[in-house]
């Protein structure tokens, strides 16, 4: 039983990956290298996926700073100033157009090509409901498309599906559920500056930290 | 009023760009550069980009051979011994797992970017309906995704359109329209052979030159 699985090497999707792989799937990992500040990410995503045991990884490369647009990838300033609590209220500076829409593409056209059905993605409405890529109701109009595009979706051999075991989880249940699959957080990236450690400061490491506490754990990566 | 077009230098996208600028779009086109072997295709649609007065161009680079699973992109020979009109009765050899779709991520990251709400695709359903991707039904299964996947589509400044005005054309009547239009075909490449001419051989060469004589009009491309 194969399934794709897109791996960051963040916190949301090494966790998906490490349910995927306790429900009993085979991992086939599908990263993306798209010109993000934090390639620290990419190292993490391989990382995880190497303890995880991954059947296949492929990192997958182009440019998105060729049309510019988010924080992520061109020159704006990363903001660290919103208080946590603010996010989910309003689409984020960092939001990304058609993010999640190329890389589940992409995926679509792995799992098409190694002869599953399956894709699990680490999106989550909670802790970060102002990406409307991270929703149920657009993974599952990504779905109905995605059995029309392909081959195995017209021919009827396959039924594809997205899984999205995050998506009503807080930060709190995802790592508690992590730590109880084994995962090492360790291994695993969030912040959106690309220094040797991660910063601390970002709201991707403070969403971080504060997950952790209310996890009533400590988080074992270094900070700078 | 600001337009994407998918623009592969083929017959079909070039002559779908030349409608959608004389419906008075300005026009940014995409082009792929995704390991497929006849890089020719991204040299004609640059030159028929230039033709057509286009605001921006932009190509995106990326590798689909790393999970291959098609004659376009992997070591498969490029079949030649089909008959045109066997076309169209299955899916082709030549299909690429989730193309289209990969291909209409990248457009509508780019046409959320540039504040547009219009895609041009030259996917037409007679010629080619052994492709998945190239259907009414899975375009307006992509519009409905991309209205829910998108910052200005959730919000509702924007409701994203996938325009396909060659849907239900015959490939002589897309010809005679593009020449109406003042399209020179000539800039355009169809080969599916990597060579300094086109072979006049392969089913994409066949289709080509089977369209003009349908049109009454003779393909200005000099064959090999």
């Known amino acids: 039983m194969k399934a ?5 090497g963040g916190l949301d999707s090494s966790t998906a990956a490490a349910i995927a ?3 009993g799937y085979e991992l086939y990992a599908i990263t993306f290298d798209y010109g993000q500040r934090h390639r620290k990410e990419i190292e993490a995503a391989l990382a995880v996926g190497k303890a995880l045991g991954v059947k296949d ?10 049309w510019g ?13 919103h208080d946590v609590c603010d996010l989910g209220e309003e689409i984020p500076v960092t939001y990304v157009p058609a993010r999640n829409t190329i890389f589940l593409s992409f995926a679509l056209g792995y799992t098409e090509t190694i002869g599953a059905d399956t894709i699990f993605i680490g999106a989550n409405q909670i802790d ?10 657009y993974l599952r109009a990504f779905e109905t498309m995605a059995n029309l595009a392909t ?5 009827g051999t396959m039924r594809f599906k997205i899984e999205a075991p995050l998506i009503k989880m807080t930060k709190a249940e995802i790592i508690k559920t992590g730590v109880v699959l084994g995962l090492d957080y360790s291994l695993t990236w969030s912040c959106y500056k690309g220094e040797d450690k991660p910063c601390g400061q970002c709201d991707s490491c403070k969403l971080r930290l504060a997950a952790f506490e209310a996890a009533g754990l400590t988080d074992p990566v270094e900070y700078a």
């Open 57 to 66: 990884h492929v990192v997958i490369s182009f440019d998105l700073r060729k």
């Open 21 to 23: 792989k306790d429900r």
């Open 69 to 81: 647009g988010s924080a992520l990838t061109d020159d704006i300033e990363v903001p660290t100033d």
């Open 128 to 137: 970060y409901s102002g990406y409307p890529d991270c929703r149920e109701e």
């Open 4 to 8: 794709v699985i897109l791996l960051s």
């Open 151 to 155: 081959k195995a979706g017209v021919e």
